[in-house]
Structure formats: C-alpha cells, structure tokens
C-alpha cells in the first residue's frame, strides 16, 4: 500500500515588502509587518523568504555581530534571516538572499510576521539613507 502524497494547501501567496535604510537602521525598536496576523485560531505558515539587497551606492550599513535583518513570528521567533551577518549588511554591493523557514517548537496562533533585528543595538551608517532591502515570504494561512 502506498501512502498518498500530500497535496500543497490552496491559498499558497506572497506578500512583499521594501524596507528604507532608516527602517532597517530602527528594526530592533521598531519591526516592520510584512504579513499582518490573520485573525484568532489563525497560523502563517511560511513556505520560503528571500531577500534582495540593495546598496545605493554612497556608504554602507554598520553592524556588530549578532545584528541581523530577519523575518520573525512577531519578534518571537526567527523564521529567515534576510541579512544573516554583519559582513553582508555592512556589504557595499547588491545581493540577493534565501532564507528557508527554520522554526523551533513554538506557538505562533493569530501572530504577525515581521522584519526585525533581535539585538538590542541598531544597525548604523548608511548616512546617505540610500540602501534599502526588498524581502519577499511565501506563505499559507491554516485555521
């Protein structure tokens, strides 16, 4: 006896968004929705995200270690990391990232996806406010 394949849920959408280097320079404070919560007994299932990086081409981010741009189930928990490291974010040329879903135990019922930066300290430079970062999450909602 075979075992039937599951079949991919209908619904399977995207929601993309860019963000302003002032806004990734405030993601700790201040996460950006990129999937609003979809209302009680609700879950976003992310299925891939990717990012797109642009440098404007006047001066770069500044960022320790530990500061990343992610997408995160409402500052609870990292789902994709868009930015992954403080060489990347500092980087002073164009790149596109994929982050694959990589969730741990946890209960995400009617929450939000965002863009964050889970370390305390905001990414700097970037004077010009001239880079910006295109994330784009493919996702389906499950009751």
Known sequence: VWASPAV???GLTSATITLTSAQIKALHATPITIIPAQGVGTMIIT???????????SNVF?????????ASYNTLQ??????????????ASQDGIVGMPNISTLSVRNQPIVAYNSNATEISGNAANDNTLKITVLYYVVT
């Open 8 to 10: 991919a849920p209908l």
């Open 47 to 57: 299925v891939g995200i990717t990012g797109q990086y642009t440098y404007g081409g």
């Open 62 to 70: 500044v960022a320790a270690a530990g500061q990343f741009v992610s």
């Open 78 to 91: 990292g789902i994709g990391t868009m930015l992954p490291n403080s060489a990347l974010i500092a980087a």
